[in-house]
């Protein structure tokens, strides 16, 4: 063989073996939330909320927390071995894996003095590779637009709930105070059904992706 065909076949070689390494790298390059997936692979459960009439489901992840608010991570300072998991989009609220389970995460970044506010994470399917939500607290509640104020402020006593706000997006459309995580879903769920109420819905923070 001469010295010129050696030449080629080894930048022939090299050339394979370049590209092989750069498929291999775009392989390996993964979205927050296939991340996110590969990070929690414990099973998800379901639970119901509701858009207007209709019945949604989103899947609670056991190993991931939300943090909203904190100035300092009270998460990450109170639960061992919590991960912070990268996203596209912060606006004030972190993500953490955490090994021992959410439910329990929570119950000991409680315990200690904070400003931050925690709740479990969800998907909007049962893989963790769905877009994820959480419930950094509040339900936005509609009730009947014919009501006056007088009306609004008996069913608020009534139900023993607290108004934030009101939005102007229609007639008679509330933030109803709750605390974050669970208690707004199951707050959302249970206000709905009083009378007065056309429809409710969680106060839902969702990932922002691009995909």
Not at 67 to 81: I, M, P, Q, T
Request: aromatic letters at 8%; glycine letters at 8%.
């Amino acid at each position: 063989m001469n010295f010129t065909r050696l030449t080629s076949l080894v930048l022939a070689l090299a050339t394979c073996f370049a590209l092989s390494a750069g498929a291999a790298a775009m392989g390996t390059k993964k979205s927050t939330t296939d991340q996110t997936a590969s990070a929690s692979s414990a099973k998800l459960q379901p639970y119901t909320w509701y858009d207007g009439d209709r019945a949604q489901t989103a899947w609670l992840d056991p190993q991931l927390v939300a943090e909203f608010d904190g100035k300092s991570s009270v998460v990450k300072n109170a639960v061992s071995g919590a991960r912070q998991v990268p996203m596209q989009e912060t606006r004030g609220v972190k993500i953490w894996q955490v090994d021992g389970g959410a439910e329990q995460a929570i119950a000991k970044a409680r315990a200690v003095p904070s400003s931050s506010k925690l709740s479990p994470v969800f998907h909007d399917g049962p893989s963790a590779g769905g877009r994820m939500r959480a419930l950094p607290g509040n339900v936005i509640v509609f009730l009947n637009p014919n009501w006056n104020q007088a009306s609004v402020e008996e069913w608020a006593a009534k139900n023993k709930v607290e108004i934030a706000r009101k939005l102007e997006i229609g007639p008679n459309v509330y933030v109803v105070k709750t605390g974050p995580g669970l208690e707004a879903l199951d707050k959302a769920n249970a206000l709905r059904t009083t009378e007065g109420v056309v429809s409710t819905t969680p106060n839902w923070w969702q990932e922002v992706t691009t995909r």
